[in-house]
Each structure stands twice: as structure tokens, then as C-alpha cells.
């Protein structure tokens, strides 16, 4: 059963409505904003931990077996210890 022909009409003019409020003269992501990308940049700021010169030079971390036996019987055995409770910055 076709739809008659201003039914078509009416909802094709309801679809241009629609999308046309969509319709922007400016693009949304405009790089001309003096605070373009502050957001962004700001949370990597926040995340990143810069190392200091001592911790940059020691790169060398010396294998220890024993430690690597502990962690692989506790893993095997199911036995390994939780790690310690988390403190953020909301938590002081």
C-alpha cells in the first residue's frame, strides 16, 4: 500500500526541518577560541607525572629472582596478597 502523495510531502518537509536547526554557520570544533584545547590539554597535565633527572639516569632495574619465585608460587597457589588502598586527592 503506497503512502499518497502529500503524506510524502509533509514528512520529507519535516525531515528538512529538522536537520536544518542541525545547520550551524560556524563549525563547532573552531580553533580561533583563545581556549581551544585548554580542556584537553589541562588533563594530560593533570595525568602526567614528570620523572626527575635521578629517576631518568637509573634505568637499570637488576632482575631478583627470589621475588620472581615468591610472585609465581603466589600466583600459581592463588595466594597473592591485595594491593594497598588507593589515596586520591579527594581522600585528604
Request: net charge negative; glycine share 2%.
Amino acid at each position: 500500500m503506497p503512502f499518497n502523495k502529500p503524506f510524502q510531502n509533509a514528512t520529507l518537509m519535516t525531515g528538512v526541518i529538522i536537520l536544518s536547526a542541525c545547520a550551524s554557520t560556524r563549525p563547532a570544533a573552531s580553533s580561533d577560541t583563545p581556549s581551544f584545547g585548554r580542556a584537553v590539554q589541562k588533563n594530560l597535565t593533570a595525568q602526567i607525572v614528570e620523572p626527575s633527572p635521578e629517576q631518568k639516569a637509573d634505568t637499570y632495574i637488576p632482575a631478583n629472582r627470589a621475588r620472581r619465585t615468591l610472585a609465581r608460587e603466589a600466583y600459581e597457589t592463588d595466594s597473592i596478597e591485595p594491593l594497598p588502598e588507593s589515596i586520591t586527592t579527594d581522600d585528604k
